[in-house]
């Protein structure tokens, strides 16, 4: 079992940064992929971005790619994901998820922590 916790979420305005964090209640790299997707309302989750924590392998949405990245911290169990270049599309409550590989399908996953509300103002 693995807990994961998020943070970092707000209010911020178009063009702005911010950087969220998930906390992993055990370390997970060597066994598992980390990822981050999004819901906003009215639609689908969709995938944001996922690293392989053995490999440090990246992979983006390619309306992420370039904005976000996803990064983490070994000695404290925490993926980040930072947000750069923010638009109001890119509202949605954020989630982490943990699954044994890396993937954009959210049903690859078998661990979510419970997300965080990120919201772009124009």
């Known amino acids: 079992q693995v807990q994961l916790v998020e943070s970092g979420g707000g209010l911020v305005q178009a063009g702005g940064s911010l950087r969220l964090s998930c906390a992993a209640s055990?370390?997970?790299?060597?066994?598992?992929?980390m990822a981050w997707f999004r819901q906003a309302p009215g639609k689908e989750r969709e995938f944001v971005a996922t690293?392989?924590?053995?490999?440090?392998?990246?992979a983006y949405a390619d309306s992420t790619k370039g904005r976000f990245t996803i990064s983490l911290d070994n000695a404290k169990n925490t993926v980040y994901l930072q947000m750069n270049s923010l638009k109001p599309e890119d509202t949605a409550v954020y989630s982490c998820?943990?699954?044994?590989?890396?993937?954009?399908?959210?049903?690859?996953?078998?661990?979510w922590g419970q997300g965080t509300q990120v919201t772009v103002s124009s």
């Open positions: 055990r370390r997970t790299w060597s066994t598992y992929a």
């Open positions: 998820a943990a699954g044994s590989k890396a993937s954009r399908r959210d049903n690859d996953y078998n661990y």
């Open positions: 690293m392989y924590g053995s490999s440090g392998i990246t």
